[in-house]
């Protein structure tokens, strides 16, 4: 229809240039602390200690977490992960480094 892109199913409309963006953000790379690119389900290991909030303990340096999984979360957290001893936890990409 003209200058927007309509939906045949619910007759949603957008312009072409939304849709864009949006595929571009979703291809945007995420790095890890060296400058590996990251995937779904890789392995990292942790490169500081991260005090956990609501914890006496911490993680510690070269904690193995596996199948992480890659998301746009608040505050550069953009990794979901579950850590053994602590549970599910958001982190950040600049604080672990890709298994090779």
Do not use: Y
């Not at 005090?51 to 505050?75: C, P």
Request: charge should be negative; aromatic fraction near 2%; proline fraction near 1%.
């Amino acid at each position: 229809m003209g200058a927007l892109l309509v939906c045949p199913e619910c007759a949603h409309e957008w312009q072409q240039s939304e849709a864009a963006e949006e595929q571009a953000e979703s291809s945007k790379e995420i790095k890890d602390s060296v400058g590996n690119v990251l995937a779904d389900g890789d392995t990292v290991t942790i490169v500081k200690d991260l005090k956990v909030k609501g914890s006496s303990s911490s993680i510690k340096v070269g904690t193995k977490v596996r199948n992480i999984r890659l998301v746009n979360g608040a505050d550069g957290h953009d990794i979901d992960a579950k850590v053994d001893g602590f549970g599910s936890i958001m982190l950040k990409s600049s604080v672990v480094k890709k298994v090779l």
